[in-house]
């Protein structure tokens, strides 16, 4: 029998997405899966028409086919975060979980991508106790051989902790990512961007570029339970948090792979919308803490200092060039929320960096050494400014 998956899926007032997404999953030729959607409070009626879909068949346009999405009756089974959690009483559901196929956990509020994720990692831990876990966002949606690709790669290589597929724009099928590049301050992007698939990076596995996506993401359990069975650093809340991740495999020895048979089609940035002062404010924070965390102390004392001064000097063109001083107050709120947090994260740091096998300068192989992001920051918030 094939490995057993349980896929994860997140809503936030994004129930035609997630349906949209639902559907191509029961449309896969794997066969040995289950389904877990966690709501993260939405205050849109997705509950009521994720169950409506499951049950009495609703239908709505798809921009692939009608049939997509349209689905036979579904079982479903509720619960809450609580009854969600490890050693709560859910009255023998879990002995008869073969017998549903979507189980959704209801969040009584909105504890955003990563902790979100985590709800559901650890009740799928608890209660299915899966081969692999599959982390994928609802606004996506996967190619009938997607998962079977995935989880075939996966069992080539046990050192494999972590694997991406082909992801393409949902608009247009062009490159959404292939795995994503990073330099060495963590300034991030998805490698092949926006070009036409014509197979460039199919011969490509593990060796050009530094991390997977968190949009779909097939993560194996060992890996899981040397994290203590916690997935996502649950204070990044959104954005660089696959770079986390995927850094603190490499440095516990796991492998980051890209299987190009695998396709996932992605209609991205369907949460928060555009670049924003908002989002600003969270990658610069995210970034700090995982510099903070995975770089050994040597390595820290110098790329940290050199980083926030380099933003800065970014910054201060920005605001020569744009008079906006909202990204300025993003940077300061992230500084001030990682003095705050500081705490935290060394305590984190101290619990990876004991369990370090892999050394920064093998870490920084997978790296390029300047991306030159903040140049392509300023250029890319004229052209806003511009239009």
């Known amino acids: 029998m094939n490995p057993e998956v349980t896929i994860i899926t997140l809503n936030w007032n994004g129930w035609q997405d997630t349906l949209e997404c639902l559907g191509s999953l029961y449309h896969i030729d794997y066969n040995n899966y289950r389904i877990i959607l966690v709501d993260n409070a939405s205050t849109d009626d997705s509950l009521a028409n994720i169950e409506a879909y499951c049950t009495k068949e609703l239908k709505f346009a798809s921009y692939f086919t009608e049939d997509l999405v349209r689905n036979k009756p579904t079982k479903v089974v509720h619960y809450t975060k609580v009854a969600a959690e490890p050693g709560a009483d859910r009255s023998g559901a879990v002995a008869q979980r073969a017998d549903y196929a979507l189980t959704v956990i209801e969040n009584n509020h909105n504890y955003g991508f990563t902790e979100g994720n985590n709800i559901g990692v650890a009740y799928a831990l608890n209660a299915f106790d899966p081969d692999y876990i599959l982390l994928l966002n609802n606004d996506t949606v996967v190619d009938q051989r997607f998962l079977s690709a995935l989880v075939g790669a996966a069992e080539n290589d046990q050192q494999i902790g972590l694997l991406q597929p082909k992801m393409l724009r949902y608009a247009d099928a062009t490159i959404d990512n292939t795995g994503n590049v990073c330099d060495r301050l963590v300034y991030c992007k998805p490698r092949g961007l926006g070009e036409g698939d014509a197979g460039q990076y199919d011969g490509d596995s593990r060796d050009d570029f530094f991390y997977a996506t968190g949009a779909c993401l097939l993560v194996r359990k060992s890996l899981l339970w040397a994290r203590s069975g916690e997935c996502f650093d649950p204070h990044l809340f959104a954005y660089y948090e696959d770079v986390d991740l995927s850094w603190m495999a490499r440095?516990?020895?796991?492998?980051?792979?890209?299987?190009?048979?695998?396709?996932?089609?992605?209609?991205?940035?369907?949460?928060?919308?555009?670049?924003?002062?908002?989002?600003?404010?969270?990658?610069?924070?995210?970034?700090?803490?995982?510099?903070?965390?995975?770089?050994?102390l040597r390595t820290l004392f110098f790329v940290l200092p050199f980083t926030i001064l380099l933003k800065s000097a970014v910054l201060a063109v920005e605001c020569v060039i744009n008079i906006d001083l909202r990204y300025v107050s993003s940077f300061l709120r992230a500084l001030a929320w990682n003095i705050q947090h500081l705490r935290s994260t060394l305590i984190e740091r101290k619990k990876l960096q004991s369990q370090r096998k892999i050394s920064d300068s093998e870490i920084m192989t997978h790296m390029i050494v300047f991306s030159l992001q903040p140049r392509a920051e300023i250029k890319e918030r004229l052209g806003h400014q511009r239009s």
């Not at 796991?254 to 949460?271: E, I, L, M, N």
């Open 251 to 296: 440095l516990l020895g796991f492998k980051v792979g890209y299987v190009p048979d695998s396709v996932c089609y992605h209609k991205g940035s369907a949460t928060f919308g555009s670049r924003s002062p908002f989002i600003a404010y969270l990658s610069d924070r995210n970034r700090l803490r995982v510099l903070i965390k995975n770089y050994s």
